[in-house]
């Protein structure tokens, strides 16, 4: 006796976008899970030996459009802009670039100096590092 099963496509597609919001799927940094995520701003995370570098793009920005804060291991980065008057004498078709905001927060692995913290914004990409405690850094263990 044959069984037959109908089964709905659309719901086939929905399910296969959740497959990839698996963690074994994200590409990983060799460091713990991050716990904290919200916003839209992307980020690059990577470590060295001593610090955490963080790299956002962030073209048309100025310094002072940009705020960065670390505080109790969670990095948080906003930026806002408003366009300025409009022109006397000109008649606008279109007009998209009147204001923009992003914004980031991410609890970063590890243990950081909060207070050594600098950051830099160079044509268009925000770097930030944050140095590593004592604590943060692996210890190599002499094997006898």
């Known amino acids: 006796m044959t069984t037959l099963v109908t089964r709905d496509p659309m719901s086939l597609l929905q399910n296969f976008g959740r497959l990839f919001e698996d ?7 060799g460091l713990e899970s991050f716990e904290l995520e919200e916003g ?3 980020l690059d995370i990577s470590q060295t030996e001593k610090e955490m570098v963080v790299r956002a793009s962030l073209p048309g920005y100025k310094r002072e459009d940009v705020d960065v804060q670390v505080h109790d291991g969670i990095l948080s980065i906003s930026a806002g802009y408003e366009a300025g008057s409009e022109e006397q004498g ?4 279109r007009r998209e670039r009147r204001m923009g905001s992003v914004s980031r927060r991410v609890a970063l692995p590890g243990i950081v100096a909060e207070t050594e913290t600098h950051a830099e914004l160079k044509d268009g990409v925000l770097t930030v590092r944050i140095p590593l405690t004592e604590k943060a850094k692996p210890f190599k263990i002499a094997i006898q």
Do not use: N
Not at 23 to 29: A, D, E, K, Q
């Open 90 to 93: 000109e008649r606008y078709y």
């Open 40 to 42: 839209t701003l992307p």
């Open 23 to 29: 963690s074994y799927f994200r590409p990983g940094l």
